[in-house]
């Protein structure tokens, strides 16, 4: 499977700490997407890097890309219980080369 | 429209009956995608439009399920003779770019429930 791997699976951390979630793959990529998606709702879109970024930034998020390590990461600084919600990553094409495959997601719980 | 609409959000049908499942696409947006999910895991591709070409159906898990999308706009999923195994939400998106190059825009997805 090429699709991506987040992880940890849940985390679990107080108001104003920071979050840091991971996601792995397997298979060379031309750009990452990171989603959030709250309890019975669609996706929405956090952000994109492309294959020739390192570090992006939106706000409170910061995702890094490592070509070399197949790896990337989110990070949300002074999380808020608005924050609780599930991330994923989105890297791989499916073989047709049409959709995006999704990881099975980091569920985020922030207590106030 | 300002987003992706499903509809309808929710949907109860006994085992063995067809459902249909709609969406509207972001005006504009040329890709539209399917996807399903199940009770806490993430999202398993079904079918992908783009513009006039042929349909990526190499999600699709049986010959029981089916979309079109008519006009390059609105598309339709259908599922005949439903199985309680086809309980799931099913989330449309589209984009203005497709094969992964622009973010998608998700829909807030149908809830579909056989019993």
């Known amino acids: 499977s090429q699709q991506g791997e987040e992880d940890p699976q849940a985390l679990s951390i107080q108001e104003g700490e920071n979050a840091t979630m991971n996601c792995s793959y397997k298979?060379?990529?031309?750009?990452l997407q990171w989603y959030r998606q709250n309890s019975g709702r669609g996706l929405v879109h956090l952000i994109l890097?492309?294959?020739?970024?390192r570090e992006k930034h939106s706000g409170r998020l910061r995702v890094t890309l490592d070509t070399s390590k197949k790896s990337s990461s989110l990070l949300i600084t002074a999380s808020r219980a608005a924050d609780t919600a599930s991330y994923f990553c989105?890297?791989?094409?499916?073989?047709?080369?049409?959709?995006?495959?999704f990881g099975k997601g980091t569920t985020l719980s922030v207590s106030s | 429209g300002a987003g992706v609409s499903q509809s309808p959000s929710n949907k109860v049908t006994e085992k063995g009956k067809d459902v249909e499942l709609r969406c509207d696409p972001i005006?504009?947006?040329?890709?539209l995608y399917w996807y399903r999910q199940s009770l806490g895991q993430g999202l398993e591709f079904l079918i992908y439009?783009?513009?006039?070409?042929?349909?990526?159906k190499s999600g699709l898990p049986s010959d029981r399920f089916s979309a079109e999308r008519t006009g390059g706009s609105v598309s339709t999923l259908t599922i005949q003779r439903t199985q309680q195994e086809d309980s799931a939400v099913y989330l449309c998106?589209?984009?203005?770019?497709?094969?992964?190059?622009?973010?998608?825009?998700f829909g807030n997805g149908t809830r579909l429930t056989v019993t």
């Open positions: 890097i492309r294959s020739n970024e």
């Open positions: 439009f783009q513009g006039n070409s042929a349909p990526d």
């Open positions: 005006s504009g947006h040329t890709a």
């Open positions: 989105a890297t791989d094409l499916n073989q047709a080369g049409t959709a995006l495959i």
């Open positions: 298979t060379s990529i031309n750009n």
């Open positions: 998106a589209s984009s203005l770019l497709g094969q992964g190059a622009s973010p998608l825009h």
